[in-house]
């Protein structure tokens, strides 16, 4: 049993930064990777971070450079670091855990550039 709450989402200006987080509770015993995604107005989600249960970090090229992903293993929590965004990174944000063969997924929240 996993719950997984994200905020910090918003609207922000073209080169402006945004930090998201993720905060984690429940049966976590046996994580795999964390990771955020988002999904753009008539697009399929995608993959935007991802940290590994090594502490490999993997990135979407559209993101490379700006983002950073991190984890804080007291806190139970995962964070996203958004740097000089581009409206092309508008959609809703999704945090998820993928632990064994199941991921849990959280509600979402609204990330916003205007240009």
Known sequence: QVQLVESGGGLVQAG???SLSCAA??????????????QAPGKQR????????????????????????????A??????????????????????IHQRMESYWGQGTQVTVSS
Not at 27 to 35: D, Q
């Open 16 to 18: 402006g930064s945004l």
């Open 25 to 38: 509770s429940g049966s976590l015993f046996s994580i795999n990777a964390m990771g955020w995604y988002r």
């Open 46 to 73: 995608e993959l935007v971070a991802l940290i590994t249960s090594g502490d490999s970090r993997n990135y979407a090229d559209s993101v490379k450079g700006r983002f950073t992903i991190s984890r804080d293993y």
């Open 75 to 96: 806190k139970n929590t995962v964070d996203l670091l958004m740097n000089s965004l581009k409206p092309e990174d508008t959609g809703v944000y999704y945090c998820c």
